[in-house]
T-cell receptor
Framework: KAGVTQTPRYLIKTRGQQVTLSCSPI?????VSWYQQTPGQGLQFLFE???????NKGNFPGRFSGRQFSNSRSEMNVSTLELGDSALYLC????????????FGNGTRLTVT | TQLLEQSPQFLSIQEGENLTVYCNSS?????LQWYRQEPGEGPVLLVT?????EVKKLKRLTFQFGDARKDSSLHITAAQPGDTGLYLC???????????FGQGTTLQVKP
């Protein structure tokens, strides 16, 4: 079974630009979560999608948005990029269930200059 | 706000030593998951503990869930350089409905 695929792996953008990151979950997984990882803050939850609906949202500004398509693939968008948005963005897929583990992709490393 | 505090944040030891990483919270979780993340990769699940007092072993790694389901520990016996990485604990089933991650413990095992 193919794992979670995130594209692109690396991205360099300048302040004020916008960016779209993509995530393809494991086949059969309908839940997709996004996390931001930085050395200072650790893994911070962005949002979770299930069957094209946002089910949960973290404490991030409205510049961070996402969506999920009917094939469970997901995208997240960050508009008006700030230097502080530089981070590793991780996507994870899972099956429904309270204790279901997350299967992470290898992330997209975003650098904002 | 639910928080999971991991300690220590950094650990640098020699090959063959033992170590314990702690994950503590004031909140009750339905389960605790432990992940390991290596540079350039996403976290990978090591184990899930569900029952209070539960102990699970994965080769030289021993995981324990506290009786009250508020804390967990990871003990590594005779650490190897291949154990190097970022260890993350994550609590599930809290009142937020999402998985809460600790800050992580960076382990370096020197040969």
């Amino acid at each position: 079974k193919a794992g979670v695929t995130q594209t692109p792996r690396y991205l360099i953008k300048t302040r004020g630009q916008q960016v779209t990151l993509s995530c393809s979950p494991i086949s059969g997984h309908r839940s997709v979560s996004w996390y931001q990882q930085t050395p200072g803050q650790g893994l911070q939850f962005l949002f979770e999608y299930f069957s094209e609906t946002q089910r949960n949202k973290g404490n991030f500004p409205g510049r961070f948005s996402g969506r999920q398509f009917s094939n469970s693939r997901s995208e997240m968008n960050v508009s008006t990029l700030e230097l502080g948005d530089s981070a590793l963005y991780l996507c994870a897929s899972s099956v429904p269930g309270l204790n279901s583990p997350l299967h992470f992709g290898n992330g997209t490393r975003l650098t904002v200059t | 706000t639910q928080l999971l505090e991991q300690s220590p944040q950094f650990l640098s030891i020699q090959e063959g030593e033992n170590l314990t990483v702690y994950c503590n919270s004031s909140s009750v979780f339905s389960s605790l998951q432990w992940y390991r993340q290596e540079p350039g990769e996403g976290p990978v699940l090591l184990v899930t503990v569900v029952t209070g007092g539960e102990v699970k072993k994965l080769k030289r790694l021993t995981f324990q869930f506290g009786d009250a389901r508020k804390d967990s520990s990871l003990h590594i016996t005779a650490a190897q350089p291949g154990d190097t990485g970022l260890y993350l604990c994550a609590g599930a089933g809290g009142n937020t409905g999402k998985l809460i991650f600790g800050q992580g413990t960076t382990l370096q095992v020197k040969p």
